[in-house]
């Protein structure tokens, strides 16, 4: 009888054990994608595409950026790219092994380029791009399987946040592009 009852402390301490840390986890998420919405916004009160993006590797945030190709007049001054150029900086190598990054819309086929190349493990990102031919070709960049690791990718659930800044984003393309 004894061993039954440690069977069954032993699985609701597992139990426990797997709750926090997945809530661990999704916080972490939460907290980081926070990060991006916030550079997205400044990207927007800046008159530029609000789109951030926010690259952490084991807790530790390397690197945060939003878009600036306004700002630069260079057409690949994307968030993504701007991270990335800032983690490498930050750690001193080219290599974002182990690395996610939090990004606000889904990557755009240069940026995925980039994201692969860069070795960054895992995209976590927060809305779904609206170019249906993007998505098939950023996809085909990111899972491929070619000399690089694939990327698992991850849409983040939006509930968490507030629908009006969710809109600054979704909308953009229809209200402020020319």
């Not at 301490?13 to 809530?23: A, E, K, R, S």
């Not at 983690?87 to 996610?100: D, V, Y």
Request: aromatic content about 8%; proline content about 3%.
């Amino acid at each position: 009888m004894e061993s039954g009852q440690d069977g069954n402390i032993a699985a609701l301490t597992n139990l426990i054990y797997v709750h926090f840390f997945c809530g661990v986890i999704f916080m972490n998420d939460y907290k980081y994608m926070l990060m991006a919405l916030e550079e997205a916004k400044k990207a927007y009160s800046e008159d530029e595409i609000p789109i951030g993006a926010v690259i952490v590797r084991e807790n530790e945030v390397l690197s945060s950026a939003h878009n600036r190709k306004e700002k630069t007049q260079l057409p690949i001054a994307h968030a993504e790219i701007l991270a990335i150029i800032e983690a490498c900086a930050k750690s001193k190598n080219w290599r974002l092994n182990n690395a996610t990054m939090y990004v606000t819309l889904e990557p755009c086929p240069m940026c995925a380029s980039a994201i692969k190349q860069s070795r960054i493990s895992k995209v976590v990102y927060l809305l779904d791009s609206n170019s249906f031919v993007n998505k098939k070709i950023t996809n085909e960049i990111l899972v491929g399987e070619d000399a690089n690791i694939p990327v698992e990718i991850v849409k983040y659930d939006d509930i968490s946040f507030d629908k009006d800044d969710l809109k600054l984003i979704s909308s953009f393309f229809e209200n402020k592009r020319h």
